[in-house]
């Protein structure tokens, strides 16, 4: 499926819901925001939010420091 990952084109295999990407990408146990074509999908959501070809995604996660 081809996505719009904070902006980029990518092709991801495997994939139908948001979920999958964001597991996709490792963020799975992170502190994490993610928004879908303009709206903020809250991570109860992840799992039941299908996904089409084109779909923007925004991934946002936190890094800690000091």
């Known amino acids: 499926m081809e996505l719009y990952i904070n902006g980029q084109l990518e092709?991801?295999?495997?994939?139908?819901?948001?979920?999958?990407?964001?597991?996709h990408y490792g963020l799975t146990d992170r502190m994490v925001?993610?928004?879908?074509?303009?709206?903020?999908?809250?991570?109860?959501?992840?799992?039941?939010?299908k996904l089409e070809d084109e779909t923007a995604i925004e991934l946002v996660h936190f890094v800690g420091g000091g």
């Open 11 to 23: 092709t991801l295999e495997n994939v139908e819901t948001l979920y999958d990407v964001v597991a």
């Open 33 to 49: 925001a993610t928004e879908v074509n303009g709206t903020i999908v809250e991570r109860e959501k992840w799992e039941t939010t």
